[in-house]
């Protein structure tokens, strides 16, 4: 059974800082690319950032040089640092597990975090 299991998600205000985390089972995590989407309500799903195997790493216009991922494969997780929080960031996190090509599709899903940012 794959489970991917997001936790650091809550209340924050403007200009904060919260870390993410997503500890997977169930899958070889070393096979995987890892990426993080957000979904905000009213809003299309969007890709934050994604982590290849070898540690490669890309992000959206949106959070670039704000957000930083990351992966431990001696702990089967993966995390989202995320600094300068905006109002704008308030979503659903997700995490997930997919292909390791120049397209990032998302094979598992977590259930999702929240984040709130607001004063």
């Known amino acids: 059974q794959v489970q991917l299991v997001e936790s650091g998600g809550g209340l924050v205000q403007p200009g904060g800082s919260l870390r993410l985390s997503c500890t997977v089972s169930?899958?070889?995590?070393?096979?995987?690319?890892m990426g993080w989407y957000r979904q905000a309500p009213g809003k299309q799903r969007e890709l934050v950032a994604r982590?290849?195997?070898?540690?490669?790493?890309n992000y959206a216009d949106s959070v670039a040089g704000r957000f930083t991922i990351s992966r431990d494969s001696a702990k089967n997780t993966v995390y989202l640092q995320m600094n300068s929080l905006k109002p704008d960031d308030t979503a659903v996190y997700y995490c997930?597990?997919?292909?390791?090509?120049?397209?990032?599709?998302?094979?598992?899903w977590g259930q999702g975090t929240q984040v709130t940012v607001s004063s």
């Open positions: 997930t597990a997919g292909s390791d090509n120049l397209a990032y599709v998302a094979d598992y």
């Open positions: 982590i290849t195997r070898a540690g490669s790493t």
């Open positions: 169930g899958i070889i995590f070393t096979h995987y690319a």
